[in-house]
């Protein structure tokens, strides 16, 4: 089945910067588009960023534009999500995710095609 394991979560003062890593373990996800979403308390999950298979196209969730800057490793098994002036919400979870397409479709901003998840990594950005 293999496995994707998120790490670099923390906390951080508001403003700053941490750097998410999700790396694929059994499998490498070959031809997979890789996903980040975060989970606050008490909400549903929401799409932060994605990142192609095929080209490496990125997409952002407004959001995070500009601030987030989603990446991989050359051998396309790591995944990286750099954040930036962090805000003081809510206390989210960040999940990282991989859906069986390797181009870009509708369905990258949707979790529920994601059927591979990490267990998550939480994110505290205080204030």
């Known amino acids: 089945q293999g496995q994707l394991v998120e790490s670099g979560g923390g906390l951080v003062q508001a403003g700053g910067s941490l750097r998410l890593s999700c790396a694929a373990s059994?499998?490498?996800?070959?031809?997979?588009?890789k996903g980040w979403f975060r989970q606050a308390p008490g909400k549903g999950r929401e799409f932060v960023a994605a990142?192609?298979?095929?080209?490496?196209?990125?997409y952002y969730a407004d959001a995070v534009k500009g601030r987030f800057t989603i990446s991989r490793d050359n051998a396309k098994i790591t995944v990286y999500l750099q954040m930036t002036s962090l805000k003081p919400e809510a206390t989210p979870v960040y999940y990282c995710?991989?859906?069986?397409?390797?181009?870009?479709?509708?369905?990258?901003?949707?979790?529920?095609?994601?059927?591979?998840w990490g267990q998550g990594t939480q994110v505290t950005a205080s204030s």
């Open positions: 990142i192609t298979w095929s080209g490496g196209t990125t």
């Open positions: 995710a991989a859906v069986a397409t390797p181009y870009f479709s509708a369905g990258i901003y949707n979790p529920s095609e994601y059927k591979n």
């Open positions: 059994g499998r490498t996800f070959a031809r997979y588009t």
